[in-house]
């Protein structure tokens, strides 16, 4: 089966850097992907890591090292519409994905 | 990107009735759609694999005969909630895989009162 952790929430200023980490545990899968889900609407894609190392979109940034089974996403330059929850997710070998428990990102004025 | 259709985004229904919610691939076929649930404050977690033309695969614990799913052509996947129960209410959201990436419908805000 496969599991993955996430710290439930985090709690950052205006124009800050946080990291918000995931931890798996997966017999195998195709990569690690990252979603952003606003109050009351669908998660929609940021990013995904199909290699080892760090991809860059933006303010965002996600990092993998399967050798570790961990991964993290990066945001800066916080701004206050970033406050909404952030999900991993990996897709085993098939086709379905499977998400991390969520992280609550809460930024402050 | 490819866009995912969810209908409707909310409904309210009565104890005991059944309720539809289609989900449609717009620009993409699908053979493939998954049916999500998610509760407040909680994940996304899988209800079942919808398959074009054949069963759907249900996850452990989901009652295949109350979350009745229908994919009868490519761009098309419903999921029907029968006799509907206020523990049913929940937020049902759809998706579907185009390449690496998951593309999610609207969600559908489901209230049994």
């Known amino acids: 089966g496969q599991s993955l952790e996430q710290p439930s929430e985090v709690t950052a200023v205006e124009g800050a850097i946080v990291q918000i980490n995931c931890t798996y545990q997966t017999s195998g899968f195709y990569g690690l992907s990252w979603y952003q889900q606003h109050d009351g609407g669908a998660p929609t894609f940021l990013s995904y890591n199909a290699l080892d190392g760090l991809e860059e979109t933006g303010r965002f940034s996600s990092f993998l090292s399967r050798s570790d089974s961990y991964g993290y996403l990066l945001l800066q330059e916080l701004q206050m519409k970033d406050s909404a929850s952030y999900f991993c997710?990996?897709?085993?070998?098939?086709?379905?994905?499977?998400f991390g428990p969520g992280t609550r990102l809460s930024v402050l004025p | 990107g490819a866009v995912v259709s969810q209908h409707p985004s909310w409904v309210i229904c009565k104890s005991g009735t059944s309720v539809k919610i289609e989900c449609r691939s717009l620009?993409?076929?699908?053979?493939?759609m998954f049916w999500y649930r998610q509760f407040p404050k909680q994940s996304l977690m899988l209800m079942a694999t919808s398959n074009e033309g054949s069963k759907a695969t249900y996850e452990q614990g989901v009652e295949k005969d109350k979350f009745l799913i229908n994919h009868a052509s490519l761009t098309l996947s419903t999921l029907t909630v029968t006799s509907a129960h206020p523990e049913d209410s929940s937020f049902y959201i759809c998706?579907?895989?185009?390449?690496?990436?998951?593309?999610f419908g609207q969600g559908t805000r489901l209230t049994v009162v």
């Open positions: 620009d993409f076929q699908a053979t493939t």
């Open positions: 997710a990996v897709s085993p070998y098939g086709q379905n994905f499977v």
């Open positions: 998706s579907a895989r185009a390449d690496t990436e998951a593309f």
